[in-house]
């Protein structure tokens, strides 16, 4: 699985960044689980086409003792499996990878 990790965070920093992730309301069914939304304009043409019939689509975080990790594997809400389940092309990882980075920096966690 490709990802984008963040470790030896405090504690307290992952508290803050899960904060700040259930404010937003990316919140996922399992606790340390968060979906991140996808702006329509950087999907994939396959993911534009699918949107109404698998979206909305988002690329899971998960946060653990010490560390986050964002999944670069583009996921569906309505579907698991489907064609247009793909990795992040990518502009959409750089903008990912850029929105975890502006989070953890706006919240003015050292990593």
Known sequence: MRSYSIDELTEEAVEKIEE?????????SIKGMYYVPIPDD????EQ???LESCGP???PLETGD???RLELLVRARQILRCSCIAYANPALREHMI????????ELDIAV
């Open 20 to 28: 700040r992730l259930a404010q937003k309301g990316w919140t996922g």
């Open 98 to 105: 850029d929105t975890l980075d502006s989070l953890i920096k």
């Open 57 to 59: 689509f988002f690329l």
């Open 42 to 45: 950087l999907l994939a043409p």
């Open 66 to 68: 010490g560390w986050v």
């Open 48 to 50: 534009r086409e699918h």
